[in-house]
């Protein structure tokens, strides 16, 4: 049984608690977060220590494994604090803020030899996952081009200031970009040799990275797309059978639905932003946070190989050969989060090896800088940092 302890009890770990409650070789035995709300609420719940802060959580002899979910800006800390003292770690993406901090994490995990993993990334998307094995049969022939194109409300969710910083993290690229170039990493193979990409700020009143178009080239010639709009207008859930990233039925288009999210937000001022984040993203109680049992889908990914191509469907998988079009199903009952989970336990337990690792999550935080340096270059940049999905 893995004991684990839980830093952060915000919007991230509440979409991965179900689960860790599910998963019958991990146990939550201690939590910690500076909100005294979401630790006397977890408390209450879990009949476990609570503490302030994520660096008491990496120093108690009872804990195996640590679970960061803080703010991106105090990943980096939190990370090498629970690695120096000998914890697992599974921290939300992004690992950190740049390149070298990152290797710096992953040189010291597997100095420590405990296991580092980041996640949860829509790569764990069971049908991008049936996606990546199709391809890695080869019955389609090679892959050539991936896309994925997500238009969604973002930038106008109720956010902290902190998050319009992209220095710190803010913004689509490294929140939203992040999921896309990992699919698409996924997919490929891995190996991303060059970026070019034009991101956009469209909105001064919310000053980060809101959009972005991204032109990706793998080392063997495969090519891609990640094209992100989170302005709330068209959102790609239209695509995508009415049906968005967590499964849920977006029904966006409705009055007064429509545009209610950038309205609402236009009208706060920033305390009462903030009021509005914490009050949709704290840890309230279990009751409120069972997993969605339908499939996700992270916009809408166009899988193309030789002889096929390869979408999602709200059931699984279309699958378009030479001679027919072959539907998957997938189950619904296993979500991204208890693929996250399942990966962690397992690496820990050294039952299998980890894809999601510190390098290749490295490799995706790579990405995300060289598509906000290119767009602010207007030229190509090339990677030094890129993984495999095998063979390591
Ligand atoms: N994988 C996903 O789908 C996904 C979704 C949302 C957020 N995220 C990532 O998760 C991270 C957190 O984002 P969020 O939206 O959940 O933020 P949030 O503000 O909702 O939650 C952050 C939590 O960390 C706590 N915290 C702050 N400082 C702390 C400290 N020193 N020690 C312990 N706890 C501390 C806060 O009180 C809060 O409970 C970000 O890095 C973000 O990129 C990932």
């Known amino acids: 049984m ?10 991230a770990f509440c979409k991965m608690l179900p689960a860790f409650l599910k998963h019958p070789g991990i146990r939550m035995v201690a939590a910690a977060s500076p909100v005294e709300e979401e630790r006397t609420n977890f408390a209450r719940d879990f009949d476990v220590p609570v503490y302030h802060d994520a660096e008491e959580l990496a120093e108690l002899s009872n804990v195996d494994a640590l679970y960061i979910s803080t703010p991106t800006p105090l990943h980096a800390e939190h990370v090498a604090c629970a690695l120096r003292n000998g914890k697992h770690v599974l921290v ?35 049908p991008i996952q049936e996606i990546r094995r199709i391809v890695e049969t080869g019955r389609l022939g090679r892959v ?18 902190d998050e319009f910083n992209t220095a710190l993290g803010g913004g689509v690229v490294f929140r939203q970009g992040a999921h896309q170039f990992d699919i698409i990493r996924l997919i490929g193979g891995g190996l991303v040799r060059s970026v070019r990409a034009t991101t956009g700020i469209w909105d001064g009143s919310r000053p980060t990275e809101g959009a972005h178009t991204v032109f990706l080239e793998f080392t063997d010639g495969t090519v891609a797309t990640a094209v992100y709009n989170g302005y709330d207008h068209f959102h790609s859930s239209e695509l995508t059978f009415g049906l968005g990233e967590w499964g849920e039925v977006d029904d966006y288009r409705a009055m007064p639905q429509y545009g ?33 049992e339908r499939l996700p889908l992270f916009g809408m990914t166009m899988v193309s190989c030789e002889n096929g191509d390869i979408r999602q469907t709200p059931q699984g998988l279309a699958v378009y050969g030479d001679r027919e079009i072959e539907y998957l199903h997938l189950p619904e009952n296993v979500t991204a989060h208890d693929s996250v989970v399942s990966e962690f336990h397992d690496a820990i337990e050294g039952i299998r090896c980890p894809i999601h690792d510190g390098r290749w999550a490295l490799a995706t935080l790579e990405v995300c800088l060289a598509v ?7 030229k190509e940049v090339f990677l030094q940092h890129q993984v495999g999905v095998s063979g390591r």
């Open 2 to 11: 893995i004991r684990l302890g839980v830093a952060g009890l915000g919007t």
């Open 144 to 161: 050539r081009m991936i896309h994925n194109w997500c238009y969604s409300d973002w930038i106008y969710r109720p956010r902290l200031p």
């Open 260 to 292: 209610r999210q950038r309205r609402q937000v236009q009208l706060a001022d920033t305390q009462t932003e903030v009021q509005m984040k914490r009050s949709r993203a704290g840890y309230c109680s279990t009751a409120q946070y069972a997993a969605v």
């Open 372 to 378: 906000l340096d290119s767009s602010k270059q207007q």
């Open 92 to 126: 939300e993406k992004p690992l950190s803020l740049d390149v070298d901090t990152a290797l710096a994490l992953v040189q010291m995990a597997e100095q420590q030899g405990v296991i580092l993993l980041v996640g949860h990334s829509h790569s764990f998307d069971p």
